[in-house]
Structures are given as C-alpha cells and as structure tokens.
C-alpha cells in the first residue's frame, strides 16, 4: 500500500518544551490509524502539524509525496504562502474535539456536511466517512 502520510524527525516545541521529539510515522492510503495516548502527549499537536496549523520547529511531513506547509529550496524549507497553504488544507479533513461541531448531530453526520461543502454526493461522501468515524 502506499504512503499516504510521511512524517520525518517530526518536531514541535512549545515555549521552549518539546511537545513532538522527531517523530517519524507513515500512514498507508487506505489505511484507518489510531493514534493513542494520555492527554497532553500531543495527539492534537501532531493532528494540527498535519494540516499545518501549527509550524513546525523541524522535520518534514509529506501527504502524498508532498511536503505540507513548505516548499523546499536546496536544503532550506520555507513556508508556503497562504493561499497554497489552503489548497493543500483542502485536501485534509480533520474533525475537531471540542468545537465546531453540531451538538444535534451524530459523529458520522458532522463528518459527512463537511464533506458536502466540498460538492460530495451524500452517498459517497456517507459511505467514505462511515470508514472515518
Ligand atoms: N498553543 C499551545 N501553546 C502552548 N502549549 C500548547 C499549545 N497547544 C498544546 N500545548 C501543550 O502541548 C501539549 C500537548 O497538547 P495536545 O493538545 O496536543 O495533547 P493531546 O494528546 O491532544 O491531549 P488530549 O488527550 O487532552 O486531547 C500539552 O502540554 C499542551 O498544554
Ligand atoms: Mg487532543
């Protein structure tokens, strides 16, 4: 199966506290993964490093072969402008845990209107987040 998901020597620090101490992890295309651990381990960090939410303070993390969030020039990264930053989030789904969900609304149900803002059939787009949540 393909990498879908490469994260290399993955590092995040937090006024100056190592949250992410390079982290290296693959995902496969296809894959359903579940990443486990006490609370404030960085399970929402490494989420957020995915989508580039937050910068990173080293490593690289590649979706498809591309690098997220930098475009690198000889051995140098440098970020990304925002409006392609925002077409490679796009390209992530990520399901908050506290907010910006509907209350009146079932996990498989959240995930699948925010699937139909980007045009999905609901039957796709049902059947593809059934395997998500
Ligand atoms: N923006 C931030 N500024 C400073 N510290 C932060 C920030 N975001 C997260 N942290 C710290 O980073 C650590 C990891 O937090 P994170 O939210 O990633 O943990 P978690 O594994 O998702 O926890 P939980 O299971 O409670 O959701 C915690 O110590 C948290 O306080
Ligand atoms: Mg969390």
Do not use: W
Request: overall charge positive; glycine content about 10%; aromatic content about 4%.
């Amino acid at each position: 199966m393909a990498e879908a998901i490469a994260l290399r020597k993955v590092t995040k620090r937090f006024s100056g506290v190592t949250i992410l101490d390079e982290v290296n992890l693959d995902i496969p295309a296809g894959s359903v993964t579940v990443i486990l651990g006490p609370s404030g381990s960085g399970k929402s960090t490494l989420l957020r490093c995915i989508n580039h939410l937050e910068k990173l303070d080293g490593g690289t993390i590649r979706i498809g072969g591309e690098i997220i969030g930098y475009k690198q020039k000889g051995q140098a990264l440098h970020e990304l402008s925002s409006s392609e930053i925002a077409r490679q989030r796009a390209q992530i789904g990520m399901v908050f845990q506290q907010f910006n969900l509907f209350p009146h609304r079932t996990v498989l149900q959240n995930i699948v209107d925010a699937m139909r803002v980007k045009k999905q059939n609901r039957q796709q787009a049902t059947s593809k987040s059934a395997v998500t949540a």
